[in-house]
């Protein structure tokens, strides 16, 4: 292998198993894939041309290299022209420090763009993706996105950086060199056409030939990787049912697959890569053997055979990468599609614009229809209305659509028929910003970062002083719960390290703590301990007292002391009223209540 000379993408590949998302489909439009590129690099045109400029002008300098050796040893050895000698070996120094510092800086100029245009992109990807509607998520897994995003523009850096650079140069490499040659002697230039057009020739077939097993190994790898993270994911359920040892027979046997298809791969691109290395001595004995008998006969000089040699080798260089190009273009392309297609998502919920600043009257439901995406309807025109610092509690079979009442509030979801009303103002009329900041949402498993028990109790949020939240804490009694959780004890990741009902009790103190005016709390339906269950009651009871509430209520406690029950009955409310109310009713609340009793 000759000196710079690195092994193709494919053996890499091969040998590094690499994970990260591959194209495991032929078929790639490059033609769009340039259109989005393009979209991409539009704010840094000027600083790309640049840099592509400089590449041209190192390159041309390096590639005159050879015809200063040709100098020395045609004209200065020759002539003993100890002058010229140092000269031109000082001429040779010289153009190759002007070489160095030159392509120091384009790629340093270029390093700086990608950098930059990368940096620019994600943060349109993560705030595109944050702004995406929740059902998009469901049907995403979100840790793969992730993962996606940053191998993606990976991908997409690679390409306006090294690959496109590496493309452009090589192209220049090809046609300078193939000029200088011809020009300094046609017939030996001519000679070496059949040894180009074979490598290309083998190229073109290895190409064709190692797509599919390529991509057969990728598909292996991919289906190998998913049933891993997949099982793995369940480790506690494998244990439960004691079946590592089938889990462990599957993954022998797609392991035994991969390996299978790998090795023919492998061995593939081994053979094309030592067949391409031979071309090397080929093309060197055609230049000294023609060469050779030329300088016996005196018609061609010692320089101009060496410096056909020094050529010869850059001359193929750019051949041989162009088959490492197709892989990592195609996986490029593949990402370009991918970023793209996550960029064109659009989201359903269309922001308002009035501003919700304060609440001082009712939250009303008129006739609301809802279905989601994919559903039928799910609520079939719920009206009622509920006044500031009054408890709602909506009760009803499980599936009878009570969270979904709570996503449109949010807007989460919207409603297709209909209004929901804040103050008389339409919720689709309102900045989602500032309407979720008004509501306090306690979903029944909630996310909790991995932070500080403070920094969870007020989001993070600085402005909020330890006062404020030892109030929230005296306002709710939960004195004693917050001697044992202590604010400065971390959260670990997804609140791993605390119990369902202590969650539960922490969400609760959080929107106190972030003043929210109109509480949303789905209630676990998990069983907790009585000693548990009698704090959260409690702190319920006392958020009843100072907000605007609607409860998804599953404890008979936090139903009966509500202001207004709404059973919820296959997406119509079939009983309004309160507690005793309902009871004298002797319908649907009353069998139920009987029931939970
Ligand atoms: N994202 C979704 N896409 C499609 N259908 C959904 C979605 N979320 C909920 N549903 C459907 O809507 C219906 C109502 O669901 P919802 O979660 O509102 O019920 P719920 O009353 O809160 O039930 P539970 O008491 O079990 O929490 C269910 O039939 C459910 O299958
Ligand atoms: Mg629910």
């Known amino acids: 292998m000759r000196e710079g000379q690195t092994l193709p993408q494919h053996l890499c590949f091969m040998i590094s198993e690499s994970l990260e998302e591959t194209p495991l489909k032929e078929k790639i439009n490059y033609s769009k894939g340039i259109k989005v590129l393009y979209s991409f690099a539009r704010k840094y045109k000027k600083n790309f041309l640049k840099a592509i400029i400089l590449f041209i002008i190192t390159t041309v300098i390096r590639l005159s290299g050879p015809l200063f050796i040709k100098q020395i040893i045609d004209v200065a050895i020759k002539n003993k022209d100890i002058k ?49 509607d929740i059902d998009y998520f469901s049907y995403n897994n979100p840790g793969k996105l992730a993962a996606r995003v940053q ?4 991908s997409v850096y690679d390409i306006f950086t090294e690959i496109s650079i590496t493309i452009f140069v090589d192209i220049i490499i090809f046609i300078t060199v193939f000029s200088i040659m011809a020009y300094h002697n046609l017939e030996l230039t001519l000679l070496l056409i059949p040894v180009i057009i074979s490598i290309i020739i083998l190229i073109t077939i290895f190409i064709k030939k190692s797509q599919k097993l390529f991509i057969d190994v990728r598909k292996k790898i991919a289906e190998l990787t998913s049933f891993l993270s997949e099982n793995l994911n369940f480790m506690s359920s494998i244990r439960v049912f004691s079946i590592e040892d089938k889990i462990n027979e599957k993954l022998e046997l797609a392991n035994r697959e991969k390996f299978l298809k790998t090795v023919a791969a492998e061995y ?65 392309f593949a990402a370009v599609e991918r970023v793209n297609q996550i960029l064109s998502v659009k989201t359903n919920l269309i922001d308002g614009k009035k501003y919700l600043d304060k609440f001082d009257n009712e939250i009303r439901f008129s006739d609301v229809w809802m279905k989601y995406p994919s559903s039928d309807w799910i609520l079939k025109g719920i009206s009622f209305s509920l006044p500031k610092g009054k408890t709602v509690a909506i009760v009803g079979r499980t599936g009878g659509g009570k969270t979904t009442i709570a996503n449109l509030i949010f807007r989460f979801y919207d ?6 009303t804040i103050d008389g103002t339409d919720i689709k009329e309102i900045n989602i910003k500032s309407l979720r900041k008004k509501i306090g949402l306690v979903q029944q498993d909630m996310y909790l970062f991995p932070a500080s028990l403070k920094d969870n109790l007020r989001l993070m949020d600085l402005s909020i002083d330890e006062d404020k939240i030892n109030y929230a804490i005296k306002t709710l009694e939960l004195e004693e719960f917050y001697k044992k959780h202590k604010l400065d004890f971390f959260i670990m990741e997804k609140g791993a390290n ?16 972030l003043d929210q005016e109109i509480i949303i709390l789905d209630e676990a339906t998990s069983n907790v301990d009585p000693y548990t269950e009698r704090i959260i009651t409690n702190a319920v009871k006392n958020v009843m007292k100072h907000k605007t509430m609607i409860v998804i209520a599953h404890r008979l406690s936090t139903i009966e002391k509500a202001d207004f029950i709404a059973f919820l009955n296959e997406g119509k409310i079939v009983e309004f009223g309160n507690h005793k109310e309902l009871m004298e009713l002797k319908g649907c609340y009353y069998n139920f209540y009987r029931l939970q009793l």
């Open 84 to 132: 010229y000698l140092f000269i031109m070996t000082f001429g040779y120094l010289g153009i190759n420090i002007v070489y160095f510092t030159l392509n120091y800086s384009s790629l340093i100029l270029l390093i700086k763009n990608g950098q930059n245009l990368i940096y620019d992109l994600k943060n349109k990807i993560y705030s595109h993706i944050l702004s995406l």
């Open 151 to 154: 191998s993606d523009t990976t």
């Open 268 to 332: 593939m691109a081994i053979l094309f890569f030592l067949t391409i290395m031979l071309f090397d001595p080929i093309s060197k004995s055609v230049i000294f053997s023609y060469g050779g008998v030329k300088v016996l006969n005196s018609y061609m000089t010692i320089g101009t055979v060496v410096m056909f040699v020094l050529y010869v080798g850059q001359l193929f260089e750019p051949l041989f990468r162009f088959s490492e190009y197709v892989s990592t273009l195609q996986k490029s």
């Open 415 to 420: 409603y297709q028929k209909g209004k929901i």
């Open 498 to 513: 605390l119990s369902v009902g202590e969650k539960q009790i922490i969400s609760i103190t959080r929107t106190l703590v």
